[in-house]
């Protein structure tokens, strides 16, 4: 299997994670890709819009057929691949923020959103989803995000070959997924806390619906389960659990 092998490119779709499912369940085989130039309602993680204007960004869903049932290392095993695509594409150095957010300067460049259908305990596939902000300006952004979003392009100063940033990324997505499928869950959580944004030992806030809890971030567990110490205890967080994370 290779990443890239078969692309579908659509013109517009709803969702390219939408589009991907079905084709998963016509038969479509694993490390197919699915990309538009716009997408009508797009979607991030917790059920939150993702921005999709058409041209400015590479919005993609590959599918995938593993054998494991646990996915939760597999966003981020896509997340250290985006950031090695980014740099080997257009020079930048971008950084993660956990579990699923590519940034830059604390502004958010991309997402993944990975999502699995099952037959019972089984996984009958496993769509991958990403989004990269690449060519917007500003004003090309709705006001609410602003303050919060940013490009490649805001953070070169230049425009950016998108067709670059795809050709790097199915490589070095498939190597990552690889290294995922063989197990190496040490490897893939050590790089990941490599370039995540919350260094060791901070102190953090993490917001739930349950409450706010307070502690000191240390690092990610084998099921990307943020360890948080408090009081002297561990606690391990799910990304399910969190709204938000604050920290110094």
């Known amino acids: 299997m290779t990443i890239g092998t078969t692309i579908h490119s659509f013109s517009t ?9 079905r084709l998963a369940r016509e038969g479509s085989a694993e490390g197919t890709v699915v990309l538009a130039e716009e997408q009508t309602e797009g979607r991030g993680t917790k059920g939150r819009s993702w921005h999709s204007p058409r041209g400015q960004g590479l919005y993609a869903s590959i599918i995938l057929r593993p054998l494991r049932a646990d996915l939760s290392l597999l966003p981020l095993a896509a997340g250290v691949a985006c950031l090695e695509a980014i740099r080997e594409a257009t020079g930048l150095e971008a950084a993660l923020e956990w579990p699923n957010d590519i940034v830059w300067k604390h502004r958010k460049l991309g997402g993944i959103l990975c999502e699995g259908e099952f037959l019972g305990s089984a996984v009958s596939f496993a769509v991958l989803g990403i989004g ?3 060519g917007q300006i500003r004003d090309d952004f709705p006001a609410a995000l602003r303050r919060t979003a940013t490009s490649l392009r805001l953070a070169l100063g230049r425009e950016v070959d ?13 190597r990552w997924y690889t290294t995922w499928v063989r197990g190496r869950k040490e490897e893939i959580v050590r790089t990941y806390e490599s370039r995540l944004v919350i260094p060791a030992g901070a102190d953090v806030e993490v917001r739930r619906e349950e409450g706010t809890l307070r502690g000191v971030y240390r690092g990610i567990d084998l099921r990307a389960r943020l360890k948080l110490e408090k009081d002297g205890k561990e606690i391990l967080l799910s990304p399910a659990e969190i709204l938000a994370i604050d920290y110094n």
Request: proline content about 8%; charged content about 20%; aromatic content about 4%.
């Open 13 to 21: 779709c709803p969702s390219t994670n939408d589009l991907a499912k």
């Open 162 to 174: 998108r067709a670059a940033v795809e050709t790097a990324l199915w490589p070095v997505l498939d």
């Open 132 to 134: 990269l902000n690449i």
